[in-house]
């Protein structure tokens, strides 16, 4: 009958989860909550992996790599519950950095010491400041020759270019500030927004405008969204937005600037060509690289 119950060594069998004490009785970490610690823990132990695989830096830095949908698995939550405890974990805990790789390649991860002294803080943070792929030259995929970084100011005229998107064109009322806020920053770090605003000097408009886009689209409280003229179901057309990159922006804002026809609505363009993108751009690319193999 007591079978079910723990014996004086029994409880020593399984594998565990280590998260440190420290995070609940240092007074530094009292306002984080238990997930973000919980996830702390799982980073941790990821970091044997890394070790194990030689993850570490020219610096001897050991990084893991951990993304949203990797943490939406480990603790049965939605991508912005994931997002915002990423977010606690670095900015509220200051417990992780986040390193951009770029090309659409996940975040590298690095853990840091806890309560490091203040002068060790600022320097770390400047190096960190130092080392992101947004203040270096970012290398991005070469597009053809006749993809120019300049918009092609006739087809914005020609089309109307009114690109402010309140919430009520696409009957998209969206959820809080909070959720809205928690959205914008993702994709505006994931899609590497400051660097193609480097890339595409004057198309910073257009680049906001798609963010706003997908943002809302991500708050939406509708159950289906309509897009290209069928209604998609708001969890299909959100799933596929969490596999967009900086790519992708790319290629939705070169076919918009290359399209020759009249618009009748950019915003409903916009929205159907970045929910295509997943699915069309690999074919762009190989058309390309057959274009440039003929004329070679």
């Known amino acids: 009958m007591y079978e079910e119950f723990f014996g004086i060594e029994e409880s020593e069998q399984y594998a565990f989860y280590r998260v440190p004490k420290l ?14 610690k919980l996830l702390y823990g799982l980073f941790l ?6 070790r194990k695989n030689g993850w570490v830096d020219k610096d001897g830095r050991v990084y893991i790599i951990y993304t949203v949908e990797d943490i939406m698995e480990a603790l049965g939550c939605g991508n912005k519950k994931a997002i915002q405890l990423l977010a606690e974990l670095e900015k509220k805990g200051n417990l992780i ?9 996940p975040n590298l991860i690095y853990m ?3 309560i490091l002294p203040q002068s060790n803080q600022e320097e770390h943070f400047l190096k960190c400041e130092n080392d992101t792929s947004g203040n270096g030259n970012p290398t991005s995929l070469e597009m053809s020759k006749g993809h120019g970084n300049n918009t ?12 402010s ?20 920053e993702y994709f505006f770090e994931h899609l590497e927004i400051e660097i193609l605003y ?14 706003a886009l997908i943002v809302e689209t991500m708050c939406s409280k509708r159950k289906q969204i309509r897009i290209a003229g069928d209604d998609k179901p708001v969890e299909i057309v959100r799933s596929r937005f969490m596999k967009l990159n900086s790519e992708h922006i790319k290629f939705v804002m070169d076919c918009f600037k290359e399209n020759t026809t009249k618009i009748r609505n950019i915003k409903q363009y916009l929205l159907a060509a970045i929910y295509n993108s997943i699915l069309t751009i690999d074919g762009y690319f190989d058309a390309l690289v057959r274009h440039d193999l003929s004329e070679g």
Do not use: C
């Open 23 to 36: 995070l609940f009785t240092n007074e530094r970490y009292r306002n984080l909550s238990a997930e973000s």
């Open 152 to 163: 092609n100011k006739n087809n914005l005229n020609d089309n109307n270019m009114n690109l």
């Open 45 to 50: 132990d990821r970091m044997g992996i890394s």
């Open 165 to 184: 998107f309140p919430s009520g064109d696409f009957g998209m009322e969206h959820g809080t500030d909070g959720d809205y806020s928690y959205y914008h």
């Open 112 to 114: 840091k010491k806890f």
């Open 198 to 211: 480097k890339n595409y000097p004057y198309d910073k408009e257009l680049l906001d405008s798609i963010v």
């Open 97 to 105: 950095w986040r390193k951009k790789q770029g090309l659409g390649k």
